[in-house]
């Protein structure tokens, strides 16, 4: 069975900078699509970025455009979020999720908070 452990959340003043990790395990990893999605409290969830297996393509939502980036390391089975110029309607839990046809495993999520 997939999993999937996020770390790297906290607290940060805004325009700060933050690192979120995701480290996988129980499934080939270099196979799967991998996302961030991002859930504030009362709010429904928002994706905010994608890359494919190969880690050539990534995508972002425009509300994070220019200040986050994705990457992953398939050799480690780990894929970060380096997320700068943080603001505070960036606060939310985020969660890892691990995708591919017919099958999907998210993590627990990590908590970002943006606050002065």
């Known amino acids: 069975e997939g999993q999937l452990v996020e770390s790297g959340g906290g607290m940060v003043q805004p325009g700060g900078s933050l690192r979120l990790s995701c480290a996988a395990s129980?499934?080939?990893?270099?196979?799967?699509?991998m996302s961030w999605v991002r859930q504030a409290p009362g709010k429904g969830p928002e994706w905010v970025s994608a890359?494919?297996?190969?880690?050539?393509?990534?995508y972002y939502a425009d509300s994070v455009k220019g200040r986050f980036t994705i990457s992953r390391d398939n050799a480690k089975n780990t894929v970060d979020l380096q997320m700068n110029s943080l603001k505070p309607e960036d606060s939310a839990m985020y969660y890892c999720?691990?995708?591919?046809?017919?099958?999907?495993?998210w993590g627990q999520g990590t908590q970002v908070t943006v606050s002065s």
């Open positions: 999720n691990a995708r591919i046809l017919g099958a999907s495993y």
């Open positions: 129980g499934f080939m990893f270099d196979t799967y699509d």
């Open positions: 890359i494919n297996p190969g880690g050539e393509s990534t």
